[in-house]
């Protein structure tokens, strides 16, 4: 993949990222409980244990899933975890580094995805927070509410 700034590439995650994805989703995590003035070492306790729970959640739910990293001009700068099941395909989570947002990178990653998706013949689903300024992103994309509960907003983006 390519945009025309930058060579956006993805892959395979492998056991040696394990620290550079838990790096990224801890950076998108950790402002409510530094917010809070919560010590250093409890803040990094939480989101080990969010992390690991969230793993755990998505190996039980897609245990078909696929997780890669994405690279721009060959750095790291997030992750894409989908599954492609046999009747939708899910956006089970994407994330980034926050020095690396708004640059494109995700229109760009999730846009691919979506098109492979709609190249299958197949809806896309995901989940966003509410508040989350990624479901702009998202909107933009194509994405349709199907469900909220309050929290979290269940969307998808039909074929």
């Known amino acids: 993949m390519t945009d025309d700034r930058r060579q956006i590439t993805l892959r395979p995650a492998v056991g040696e ?6 790096r990224i989703f801890a950076a998108n995590r950790e402002a409510p409980f ?5 010590p250093e070492p409890q803040i990094a306790r939480l989101l080990l244990m969010q992390r690991e729970a969230q793993l755990s959640q998505y190996r039980s739910l897609f245990p ?10 060959g750095t790291p700068v997030g992750y894409l ?3 492609r099941g046999e009747e939708r395909y899910t956006l089970v989570d994407v994330a980034f580094l926050p020095a690396t947002t708004g640059q494109g990178i995700g229109t760009h990653v999730v846009g691919a995805f979506l098109r492979e998706a709609r190249a299958a013949g197949k809806p896309v ?4 927070e509410k508040d989350n300024p990624a479901w702009r992103l998202w909107q933009r994309l194509g994405f349709r509410i199907v469900n909220d509960d309050g929290v ?3 969307i998808e983006c039909l074929p």
């Open 17 to 22: 990222d394990e620290a550079l994805l838990s």
């Open 34 to 38: 530094k917010a809070a003035g919560l």
């Open 64 to 73: 078909d899933a696929t997780v890669d990293v994405v690279l721009a001009d």
């Open 81 to 83: 975890h989908v599954d």
């Open 125 to 128: 689903s995901a989940h966003v």
């Open 152 to 154: 979290y907003l269940e």
